[in-house]
């Protein structure tokens, strides 16, 4: 007997109904990426594992998924290595290729090699599907996709605000009220971590407090003593687990706390920036909040930070986020290049969408109008006229056998077509049709042109 098919972990098939509910989130973000100037681009799934490896960080870095080399892969390793049986050795000989982690590597990497055929400010968005070696859980998928909009070749902070105003539109349009747009800035960590004296640990420092959503105060302190920063030095950060007040309240603390570092003061003048401009500019129905403990664990972020969190009422991770990154093409070899850009959660906000029940009824429609088929001759007749349905916009399909009439009818109510056609002998004789309402289960004979007028309403 064959075995039962399954899916690996992390992975999901999508049905008719769930591909059309994520089409409309989609439509949704793309409508709104493109009335605020970005252009569409797309990169290939995989890459080199040089272009990947690296930039995430070494937890990044192990969520990569690596693609074995085409043929023989053993072939090139050396046997030290086998017998060593070192995998991150190992790997660098049988692995030259990488699914995608992100987007924004990938599209760093396509401005360095296309930085002659773009205009910057270069403003483009993506949307398409990544891949993360995480554990599965509600709301985490190995494969899922990404919906990005970045801006390279511009330092002005006004991106930021136009992002925040993006994030706003998009899910005060989608119906998702109440969503929270958390942000911090990276020198004000750098500049934490230069006051406590930690400043040559300071991705350790944000890797561990980028976690405590997921582990506590209790569980980031202590992986910060596994990473060697010393107890006196969480002592003095210990202001940041507790802050508390308005947004203009929490950057007056940061003031006081970061007065000796530079670096830090220059975070919180950024943020001051911000948070005034969009204050003048209102937002529909997002709320601004500063999140001293946001780090996002990512090693690109240079400036602003941004993460995204549902209603209150929705227990789930982030459905957005992203930040400033001043050196990611420096790494591809052009300087001086700086980028910022965010990310739509896609698999998270369908789930929010879900929860809140907030997907409109007519992104569930279905074929339009349905007919029965009563044999060859009238399939004829029937076919004459869905094919001037569809060429003026109204769909419409004809079960494909002379099947008996409770089977077909059986069929449309599963389907849930809004209007069934019967159109047999009499009715090819007069040209005409017996329009049911499947909705009201009212039933007429109507012409063509009436047709069209009722199945448009």
């Known amino acids: 007997m064959a075995q039962k098919p399954s899916l690996p972990k992390g992975t999901r098939d999508f049905s008719s109904t769930e591909v059309a509910k994520r089409t409309y989130i989609v439509n949704t973000i793309r409508k709104h990426f493109k009335n605020f100037g970005f252009n569409p681009i797309e990169t290939p799934s ?27 892969y053993l072939k ?4 030290a290595f086998l017998t060593e049986k070192d995998s991150q050795k190992l790997t660098t000989q049988i692995s030259e290729k990488a699914l995608r982690y992100d987007l ?17 400010p270069f403003k483009r968005f993506q949307i398409q599907p990544v891949w993360r070696a995480d554990r599965p859980q509600k ?53 934490i971590a230069e006051v ?10 944000t890797v561990a407090l980028d976690k405590l959503d997921k582990i506590g105060e209790d569980g980031v302190k202590q992986e910060m003593i596994t990473k ?23 950057l007056q603390q940061l003031k006081n706390l970061l007065s000796s570092s530079q670096e830090g003061l ?7 920036f911000i948070l005034h401009n969009i204050e003048q500019l209102g937002l529909q129905t997002a709320t601004l909040d500063l999140d001293v403990t946001l780090a996002r664990g990512l090693n690109y972020y240079t400036g602003a930070i941004f993460e995204v969190s549902a209603p209150k009422e929705i227990k789930l991770g982030s459905i957005g986020g992203g930040g400033r990154y001043d050196d990611l093409t420096g790494i591809f070899g052009l300087k001086n290049i700086s980028g910022v850009g965010i990310s739509f959660g896609l698999d998270r906000i369908y789930l929010v969408l879900e929860e809140l029940n907030l997907f409109p009824t007519e992104v569930l429609e279905t074929t339009k109008v349905f007919f029965i088929n009563f044999g060859n001759e009238e399939a ?21 056998d002379s099947a008996k009439m409770k089977k077909q009818m059986n069929y449309a109510n599963k389907r849930s077509f809004p209007f069934v056609i019967l159109a047999g002998t009499n009715e090819a004789k007069n040209n005409t049709y017996t329009l049911k309402n499947m909705h009201t289960g009212d039933q007429e004979s109507v012409d063509f042109e009436t047709l069209v007028s009722k199945v448009s309403l």
């Open 76 to 79: 090139k390793t050396t046997e």
């Open 104 to 120: 924004t590597v990938p599209f760093a990497r396509y401005v360095v090699q296309h930085q002659n055929d773009i205009e910057f």
């Open 266 to 272: 220059k975070g919180v003048e950024e943020l001051s």
């Open 139 to 191: 709301g985490r998928y190995r494969e899922f996709f990404q919906c990005d909009a970045d801006v390279v070749g511009s330092n002005s902070l006004w991106q930021e605000i136009e992002f925040i105003q993006l994030y706003d539109v998009v899910f005060t349009e989608l119906g998702v009220n109440g969503v929270t747009i958390k942000m911090n800035n990276r020198k004000i960590l750098s500049g």
């Open 380 to 400: 004829l007749y029937c076919y004459q006229t869905i094919k001037r349905l569809r060429n003026i916009g109204i769909s419409a399909e004809l079960y494909p």
């Open 228 to 250: 060697g920063i010393s107890e006196k030095a969480i002592e003095k950060i210990q202001p940041l687990f507790s802050f508390s007040g308005s947004f203009t309240e929490k």
């Open 46 to 72: 995989f890459e080199n594992s040089s272009t990947l490896m690296g930039k995430y960080g070494e937890e990044g870095d192990r969520l990569i998924f690596k693609i074995l080399n085409s043929g023989d």
């Open 196 to 205: 406590i004296g930690a400043k040559d640990k300071l991705i350790d420092f």
